[in-house]
């Protein structure tokens, strides 16, 4: 369970071991594909979850094109494919990731971000920090 790490680590995306729920030692992140459907731990830690939201996603139809400045994000994507593409307003630099179900993301605050679903989909958003709307500031990307 390696993350890919992108702009310098300011963005990472772990992809969940699928595990078998009688194995004794198992990861603390995962997806365990039951007989009765999927159950995936998408967070096992100390930190607060101050905000979490459900994200439908929908083919042709990109979310995001923004950038918060003192918000840490988190995205499990539940079923589908996207295109994420994010990238450090100071610098320019961008990165285009693909990304499927069993990914988990994460994208640390500053960095501009928006997902392009290539399949029809469903998304979990979870943060350390409340929602505010004053802290979205429109960055065209697509």
Not at 5 to 17: A, E, I, N, Q
Not at 28 to 40: D, I
Request: charged content about 25%; glycine content about 6%; hydrophobic content about 35%.
């Amino acid at each position: 369970m390696t993350p890919r790490s992108y702009l310098d680590g300011r963005v990472t995306v772990t992809t969940l071991p699928a595990c078998d729920p009688a194995e004794a030692s198992q990861p603390p992140l995962k997806r365990l594909l039951l007989e009765k459907g999927e159950l995936a731990h998408i967070h096992n830690a100390d930190a607060p979850i101050m905000m979490i939201a459900y994200t439908e996603l929908r083919t042709g139809k990109p979310r995001g094109n923004h950038v918060h400045r003192r918000k840490h994000e988190w995205m499990y994507l539940i079923r589908g494919a996207c295109r994420l593409i994010v990238e450090d307003p100071d610098t320019g630099t961008r990165d285009e990731i693909r990304i499927r179900e069993g990914d988990l993301i994460s994208i640390a605050v500053g960095i501009a971000h928006v997902i392009d679903p290539l399949e029809d989909g469903h998304a979990i958003e979870f943060s350390p920090s409340r929602f505010d709307a004053t802290d979205t500031f429109p960055h065209p990307l697509l």
